[in-house]
């Protein structure tokens, strides 16, 4: 099946401080990405749909400030969290779709973001 | 908006015996998808089983089936002869076919973490 990676699997980074996590689908073009938050035992949380060439859409009380995504080619989703806090700590999980496959969504590993 | 409930939190099942993960969801909608996903401890999302709302025929995947009551808006997922690396969190999904902005976005329940007992 069609392959989507993260990277990096888990970073920790400084309040105050910003990191950057991408996501590659890597044997297909993705038309559309979506990005998500989850915590521990809990649900994913979608936060944003990303795509290729647009500004990402935002789900109600995701700070677009905050939570940067930018879709710069069919294959590569940035997340950006500016200024991180620690309660933005959490596990991001990216997916994507392509219009070739009309019910597949792929999933990435996951990236755990650490802020101390 | 369309809303997706699981309303076991947590269940368990002896090895080699059969469990069933409920979901019911709500939703306007005539036609859709429905998925179960599963999220082992690795946190990769592997999915399940999917289920076009316009087919009456159940799907099934090996030892995986659905119950799709469409009518009522119920979609379990049955595991058969429980094998130890089926424990996981298991996600049931609903995927609109509309287009526009909500187009392949999925709307999860809250999960049910199975634990398979030897």
């Known amino acids: 099946g069609a392959v989507v990676s993260q990277h990096p699997s888990r970073v920790i980074c400084k309040s105050g401080t910003s990191v950057k996590i991408e996501c590659r689908s890597l044997d297909f073009q993705a038309t559309t990405m979506f990005w998500y938050r989850q915590f521990p035992k809990q649900s994913l949380m979608l936060m944003a749909t990303s795509n290729e060439g647009s500004k990402a859409t935002y789900e109600q009380g995701v700070e677009k400030d905050k939570f940067l995504i930018n879709h710069a080619s069919l294959t590569l989703s940035t997340l950006t969290v500016t200024s991180a806090h620690p309660e933005d700590s959490s596990f991001y999980i990216c997916s994507a779709i392509s219009w070739r496959a009309t019910f597949e969504q792929y999933f990435g590993p996951g990236t755990r973001l650490t802020v101390t | ?118």
């Open chain 2, 1 to 118: 908006a369309q809303t997706v409930t699981q309303s076991q939190p947590e269940m368990s099942v002896q090895e080699a015996e059969t469990v069933t993960l409920s979901c019911t969801y709500d939703t306007s909608e005539s036609d859709y998808y429905l998925f179960w996903y599963k999220q082992p401890p690795s946190r990769q999302m592997i999915l399940v089983i999917r289920q076009e709302a316009y087919k009456q025929q159940n799907a099934t995947e090996n030892r995986f089936s659905v119950n799709f009551q469409k009518a009522a808006k119920s979609f379990s997922l049955k595991i058969s002869d429980s094998q130890l690396g089926d424990a996981a969190m298991y996600f049931c999904a609903y995927r609109s076919v509309a287009g526009g902005t909500s187009y392949g976005k999925l709307t999860f329940g809250q999960g049910t973490i199975l634990t398979v007992h030897p």
